[in-house]
């Protein structure tokens, strides 16, 4: 009959069956399928057994379950890991059943990874909320020069703005191509004469309009908290379709 976990003894090396010492070179507490595991997932308790939590060669649990990690237990004797316990559910529903999550899919994938559950991991990734991330818009991103550190002096500049003020307003230039870039060089004197802070982005070789890149930059801001919002900038009454004022909301 299994023992939960908090129940169960470490037996030696010597007393083991052979195929039950190892597990990916990780001497596991006991690899025996059958025997029931309680876990403690960021507070959330978890019932289980060793054969479903070994399932795929190579996760993480080899190294939860190793005699080297056996001082992380919960006050019970349950395994304890430090990660959310909300998510860890569809990832044990997977290990039992095979089945793909389909709710919480970029925490989940989030989580697969951190259990390097690669199969899992894999399958996460062909669907629409993490291709469309991580191939397809992260993938452009990165072919834009320097875009996480012109972000990051947006965010700055917005902040600087916003001592004892509502709202601050910063100019940005999003230029796609070299012959946008060229026909911004006026305005973009005509700002710098009048100390107007510009962050100015691009150009990149392939991959979305401008538009396209704006929504981008915008959904960037919003994912790091900021209350912010997009008007096209008219200067002396022209409109440059290359500038936009991203206006932060801060109470």
């Known amino acids: 009959m299994s023992l939960p976990a908090n129940q169960l003894k470490e037996p030696s090396q010597e007393s083991l069956p052979s195929n039950q010492l190892k597990e990916s070179g990780v001497g596991i507490v006991c690899s025996d399928p059958d025997v029931v595991v309680e876990l403690n997932v ?44 909300t998510y860890f559910g569809p990832i044990l529903d997977y290990l039992r059943t095979g089945k793909v999550p389909t709710e919480c899919i970029p925490e ?4 697969a990874k951190f259990y390097q559950i690669h199969l899992l991991v894999k399958m ?90 704006v929504y981008c930059l915008e959904k960037d801001i919003k994912d790091q908290g900021y209350n912010v919002s997009i008007q096209r900038y008219h200067l002396n009454r022209n409109p440059y379709t290359c500038f936009w004022i991203f206006v932060f909301t801060w109470w």
């Not at 978890?46 to 649990?61: A, D, Q, R, V």
């Open 42 to 85: 960021g507070g959330q308790f978890y019932t289980t057994t060793m054969g479903t939590l070994l399932k795929h060669p190579g996760s993480k649990f080899s190294q939860i379950l190793s005699r080297s990690a056996k001082h992380y237990r919960d006050a019970q004797g349950r395994f304890f890991i430090d990660r959310p316990g």
């Open 124 to 213: 996460l990734e062909d669907m629409p909320q993490i291709f469309g991330e991580q191939v397809a818009r992260m993938q452009f991103l990165l072919g834009v020069p320097n875009y996480r550190e012109n972000l990051e002096v947006l965010l700055h500049l917005a902040r600087a703005e916003a001592v004892a003020m509502r709202l601050s307003k910063v100019v940005v230039c999003v230029v796609h191509t070299e012959e946008e870039e060229a026909k911004c060089v006026e305005p973009l004197h005509i700002l710098e004469a009048k100390k107007t802070p510009v962050v100015k982005f691009g150009p990149w070789k392939a991959g979305p309009k401008t538009e396209d890149f």
């Open 108 to 111: 989940v994938y989030h989580e």
